[in-house]
Nanobody, 126 residues
């Protein structure tokens, strides 16, 4: 079973930045749409951002628009999530997922993703 690997999480002060990476050892991400999801303590997992397999389409949750940027480097088989102006409410475990479905108006439907990583913890606190 293929699995994605997230990295780049950590502890950062409010207003700081982090860049998360999502790698795929053993298979190519070229054919997949990639989504970033997060789960805060005591809350359900939610979608944060999604990038089309072509890299030409992206979308973001309203809560992160203007602060987060998703990108992909197919040559490196890696997808990134640049997170700026971080807030305490951004705290959570961040997961990346790969899928090929289009459902409910998104290329990254939570229940339609094929492969997931184990997550990386982001803590925003002073």
């Amino acid at each position: 079973q293929w699995q994605l690997v997230e990295s780049g999480g950590g502890l950062v002060q409010p207003g700081g930045s982090l860049r998360l990476s999502c790698a795929a050892p053993g298979f190519t991400l070229d054919y997949y749409h990639i989504g970033w999801f997060r789960q805060a303590p005591g809350k359900e997992r939610e979608g944060v951002s999604c990038i089309h397999r072509s890299g030409g389409r992206t979308n973001y949750a309203d809560s992160v628009k203007g602060r987060f940027t998703i990108s992909r480097d197919n040559a490196k088989n890696t997808v990134y999530l640049q997170m700026n102006s971080l807030k305490p409410e951004d705290t959570g475990v961040y997961y990346c997922a790969a899928g090929r479905a289009y459902s409910s108006g998104t290329y990254c439907p939570y229940n339609g993703m094929d492969y997931w990583g184990k997550g990386t913890l982001v803590t925003v606190s002073s």
